[in-house]
């Protein structure tokens, strides 16, 4: 196991979620109450409509990021979607100081390029101009400037 790991694992207390809740009606994560990490990449794999994206939105969140994506410092909201789960997720963190994270997802990358472009507004050089490219170039530019080793 590494030691570099920033999250050894997330407990849901199931007691937060509202009985009604839809998050209650996805087996894979209605049946989840404990989930360790052991490797420094973990893949959901499912069919869709599965949780994957709802557990892994839910990680971000309770980790500190923004819902619609980037990284800690992004503070916007187009439109909040996300479900509660984040709310009932505690999240096991080892003792490792992170230097950068960065979260990032398809649905709401366009919301997260044009914040990326705000930012950037008062220091050119720094614009990356993602709405210029196609959305695989832009999302690849993305990726491959913030997803970084951890050391």
């Known amino acids: 196991m590494f030691s570099t790991l920033p999250i050894s694992s997330l407990t849901i207390d199931w007691r937060i979620i509202s009985s009604d809740s839809y998050i209650r009606t996805i087996p894979a994560i209605s049946s989840l109450e404990k989930l360790a990490f052991h490797r420094l990449i973990t893949i959901f794999v499912g069919e869709n409509g599965s949780g994957k994206s ?3 939105e839910a990680i971000a969140i309770a980790y500190g990021f923004n819902p619609e994506g980037g990284t800690k410092n992004y503070i916007f909201s187009t439109y909040d979607s996300h479900s509660e789960l984040y709310q009932a997720i505690r999240l096991s963190k080892r ?57």
């Open 54 to 56: 709802t557990l892994l």
């Open 95 to 151: 003792p490792v100081k992170t230097q950068w994270g960065y979260f990032l997802r398809a649905e709401s990358f366009y919301n997260v390029a044009t914040k990326e472009a705000e930012y950037a507004e008062e220091d050119e050089s720094k614009a990356k101009h993602l709405h210029r490219k196609s959305h695989g170039e832009s999302f690849l530019e993305t990726a491959q400037d913030n997803f970084r080793p951890i050391v």
